[in-house]
């Protein structure tokens, strides 16, 4: 990868992107609206959202604002967990997109796949979910379809009933936390692995291990960081609210990590904490 416009292609052709501007946790309104204008300005072009974020209203006006074709921006969203089942699916979707502002989504996931709410039957409502899903993809309303925080036995129980399979598992990949099993899994069933808090929530950047690396390449933290990410196939997902740091997030493409240093970063085991159990969040 070269340049941010760089993609991969997943296993229905689609392309997308090689790093996307993540927006968890950041408000809805000005900074939302900011910060995505200014991930535009810096050339991103792979905006992720999601319902449970409560910032899509924000993340489509900034994309509109930006005088950048819809056509050359991937959008992201994901279902929230309080929402399962055929039609409730189908809803919630077109509310998504009146909320984005566009009458198409590039890209559609299951956020979680045991939310709270469904935990004693969760299989029958994904399955339920996914073939609205797969009703939206096939009616051209959505360009792919994905998953997000799905370990194996997720996608096994997934794969029973789905007529398409899922194209993308976005799951939490940083520095320290490689999720091998889920990762080789997921490519093993097409899947591209987009890696969402690359920057391990910021704990990434205290770590000493990680500063003595940059300060070996002249570089940030952050920026290493990203780099290892795409170094290992993922797709990563920085986030930011200062534009500063979105435009410096980006610099990744002129400078490449040492086979050694990209296995050292990723046996840091544990040093900016480990992913959520998905079948025990209370959310």
Known sequence: MKALTDTYTLSNGVRIPCVGFGTWQVADG??????????????????????????????GKAVRQSGVNRADIFITSKLENGVRGYQETLDAFDKSLDRLGTDYMDLFLIHWPVPSKFRENWQQMNAQTWKAMEELYQNRR????????????????????????????????????TQDDTVNYSREKGMLLEAYSPLGVGDVLQVPEMKEIAEKYGRSVAQVAIRWSLQRGYLPLPKSVTPARI????RVFDFELSPQDVE???????????SHDPDKITW
């Open 30 to 59: 000005r900074e939302a609206v900011d910060a995505v204008t200014s991930a535009l300005e810096a050339g991103y072009r792979h905006i992720d959202t999601a319902q449970g974020y409560y910032n899509e209203e924000s993340v």
């Open 142 to 177: 959505v360009r792919a379809l994905g998953i997000s925080n799905f370990r194996r036995h997720h996608i096994d129980e997934l794969l029973k009933t789905a007529a398409v399979g899922p194209m993308v598992n976005q799951i939490r990949l940083c520095p320290g936390d």
């Open 247 to 250: 435009r410096e997030n980006a």
């Open 264 to 274: 050292r970063i990723a046996g840091l085991k544990g040093c900016a904490g480990f």
